[in-house]
């Protein structure tokens, strides 16, 4: 690939511009609402956020992603200027974990890698619209992955190139793990596991094992019990945390169910079949070398890892497309890392065309869907704020259903409905019947 940095400016930028369109129109839906309730009636604040933490923790989310959820609704341009860079890391991160270093703004198969990661995950990732830009999701759970993909990264570059002691790095790694186990039930497990996997895995290959990586998987999994653990947990999703042992809720569910649960996100998989085929193809006919044992590992515990994350849904009480994401786009760049190394000659320019078209495509239909969503919000916003006190107000509904590209019509449900009356001061909010 010719000037490979080329490459790599025209694929930032077109993201970054339209992530950060995709971001300035997206509409207050959902429990968004809440989160704008309380800028309306609070100041951002170091002693409002360290309240709202400790609430949290005790009576309802505890993860610290509701706290990221709570700055990007700031008033102001911040989710414009913080997300897209945000997301943007996310990718670049999952690049990183793949080959086991940095990407090089030097190197075409990097940029190509890259691209192909963003563009799988932009096809088969559960949700992808709200994952990227709906707030409640993307900071509890999109924003809450990048962080742990950087704490495993360390471990995923040791493997790749051993380095020293490091003893500086231990202390970080101890704050990172805290924050990083923090984060999310369902994937607390497997990022922990595949961290305990690849310690194994250097002392087997007669590696010492440095300060850093057991400082790492013990702040890990502090912060994991800590979740786990914290009161609020009892009171999530209005006690139903509680009606079901683990394995009741496995139980409950029944064989249909729980395969249904695991079918789901293999089953989303399906437009990379294009890829792999093309990469099967590639690799029969050019008869390329295999990639280094320790890559091969590599790939296959961050499959693994997110089979793990699958799995561990299984015990949990609720299971949606946001729970998925994290398990697909690690698949996505598992599999992308392998079939790039496969491509050579015309199969590397067929890909890089596909993967560039696909991109685009993808990025045009979310500012698509987000400029249309930002101009209802608009209107329903100036609506309701112009609604006499005590007045019921009519709204249009939204051109754009629920899809994997948006949230959909939130106003369907009465109490969104009764929350924004609130919000305004008004006697109630009715949706238009369409024509």
Same mark, same amino acid.
């Given at each position: 690939?010719?000037?490979?940095?080329?490459?790599?400016?025209?694929?930032?930028?077109?993201?970054?511009?339209?992530?950060?369109?995709?971001?300035?129109?997206?509409?207050? !839906?959902?429990?968004?609402?809440?989160?704008?309730?309380?800028?309306?009636?609070?100041? !951002?604040?170091?002693?409002?956020? &360290?309240?709202?933490?400790?609430?949290?923790?005790?009576?309802? +989310?505890?993860? @610290?992603?509701?706290?990221?959820?709570?700055?990007?609704?700031?008033?102001?341009?911040?989710?414009?200027?913080?997300?897209?860079?945000?997301?943007?890391?996310?990718?670049?991160?999952?690049?990183?974990? *793949?080959?086991?270093?940095?990407?090089?703004?030097?190197?075409?198969?990097?940029?190509?890698?890259?691209?192909?990661?963003?563009?799988?995950?932009?096809? $088969?990732?559960?949700?992808?619209?709200?994952?990227?830009?709906?707030?409640?999701?993307?900071?509890?759970?999109?924003?809450? #992955?990048?962080?742990?993909?950087?704490?495993?990264?360390?471990?995923?570059?040791?493997?790749?190139?051993?380095?020293?002691?490091? #003893?500086?790095?231990? @202390?970080?790694?101890?704050?990172?793990?805290?924050?990083?186990?923090?984060? +999310?039930?369902?994937?607390?497990?497997?990022?922990?596991?595949?961290?305990?996997?690849?310690?194994?895995?250097?002392?087997?290959?007669?590696?010492?094992?440095?300060?850093?990586?057991?400082?790492?998987?013990?702040?890990? *999994?502090?912060?994991?019990?800590?979740?786990?653990?914290? @009161?609020?947990?009892?009171?999530?999703?209005?006690?139903?945390?509680?009606?079901?042992?683990?394995?009741?809720?496995?139980?409950?569910?029944?064989?249909?169910?729980?395969?249904?649960?695991?079918?789901?996100?293999?089953?989303?998989?399906?437009?990379?079949?294009?890829?792999?085929?093309?990469? #099967?193809?590639?690799?029969?006919?050019?008869?390329?070398?295999?990639?280094?044992?320790?890559?091969?590992?590599?790939?296959?515990?961050?499959?693994?890892?997110?089979?793990?994350?699958?799995?561990?849904?299984?015990?949990?009480?609720?299971?949606?497309?946001?729970?998925?994401?994290?398990? $697909?786009?690690?698949? $996505?760049?598992?599999?992308?890392? &392998?079939?790039?190394?496969?491509?050579?000659?015309?199969?590397?320019?067929?890909?890089?065309?596909?993967?560039?078209?696909?991109?685009?495509?993808?990025?045009?239909?979310?500012?698509? !869907?987000?400029?249309?969503?930002?101009?209802?919000?608009?209107?329903?916003?100036?609506? #309701?704020?112009?609604?006499?006190?005590?007045?019921?107000?009519?709204?249009?509904?939204?051109?754009?259903?629920?899809?994997?590209?948006?949230?959909?019509?939130?106003?369907?449900?009465?109490?969104?409905?009764?929350?924004?009356?609130?919000?305004?001061?008004?006697?109630?909010?009715?949706?238009?019947?369409?024509?």
């Amino acid at each position: 690939m010719h000037r490979p940095w080329i490459w790599w400016l025209a694929a930032l930028a077109a993201m970054w511009l339209a992530f950060a369109l995709c971001a300035h129109w997206e509409p207050v !839906v959902g429990d968004g609402w809440g989160h704008y309730t309380w800028h309306r009636q609070k100041s !951002v604040g170091l002693a409002a956020l &360290w309240d709202e933490l400790v609430w949290g923790w005790k009576h309802g +989310n505890p993860r @610290p992603g509701q706290i990221l959820t709570l700055l990007a609704f700031t008033p102001g341009p911040w989710h414009v200027l913080v997300t897209p860079p945000a997301l943007i890391a996310l990718f670049y991160l999952l690049t990183a974990l *793949v080959l086991g270093r940095w990407p090089s703004l030097r190197r075409g198969d990097d940029a190509l890698l890259f691209v192909a990661i963003v563009a799988l995950a932009g096809v $088969c990732a559960p949700q992808l619209g709200p994952m990227l830009f709906y707030r409640p999701m993307s900071g509890n759970y999109t924003f809450t #992955l990048a962080l742990n993909l950087a704490w495993l990264l360390p471990y995923r570059f040791h493997a790749a190139a051993p380095r020293g002691e490091r #003893l500086w790095l231990a @202390p970080v790694m101890v704050a990172l793990g805290l924050g990083a186990g923090f984060c +999310n039930e369902h994937t607390g497990p497997a990022f922990a596991a595949g961290a305990v996997v690849a310690i194994v895995a250097f002392r087997r290959r007669g590696d010492r094992i440095p300060a850093w990586m057991i400082a790492g998987v013990v702040g890990f *999994v502090a912060g994991l019990a800590l979740l786990l653990l914290a @009161p609020g947990q009892d009171a999530r999703y209005g006690g139903l945390a509680q009606e079901a042992s683990m394995l009741g809720r496995i139980a409950e569910r029944g064989a249909g169910g729980n395969l249904r649960a695991l079918w789901r996100p293999v089953l989303a998989m399906w437009p990379a079949l294009p890829v792999l085929a093309l990469a #099967l193809v590639a690799r029969h006919r050019a008869r390329r070398p295999a990639l280094e044992r320790t890559d091969r590992i590599a790939l296959a515990v961050i499959a693994g890892a997110g089979a793990a994350i699958v799995l561990t849904l299984l015990v949990s009480p609720k299971i949606g497309g946001r729970l998925y994401f994290a398990a $697909c786009v690690l698949w $996505c760049a598992a599999l992308a890392r &392998w079939a790039v190394a496969q491509l050579s000659g015309w199969y590397r320019t067929a890909a890089a065309v596909a993967a560039g078209a696909t991109l685009g495509a993808v990025l045009a239909i979310l500012v698509a !869907v987000y400029r249309d969503a930002g101009g209802v919000n608009e209107a329903r916003l100036a609506a #309701l704020a112009a609604g006499p006190r005590g007045a019921v107000v009519h709204l249009e509904r939204r051109h754009a259903a629920g899809s994997r590209w948006f949230w959909g019509e939130d106003l369907d449900a009465p109490n969104k409905r009764e929350e924004a009356a609130a919000i305004f001061g008004l006697a109630g909010v009715e949706l238009r019947a369409r024509d």
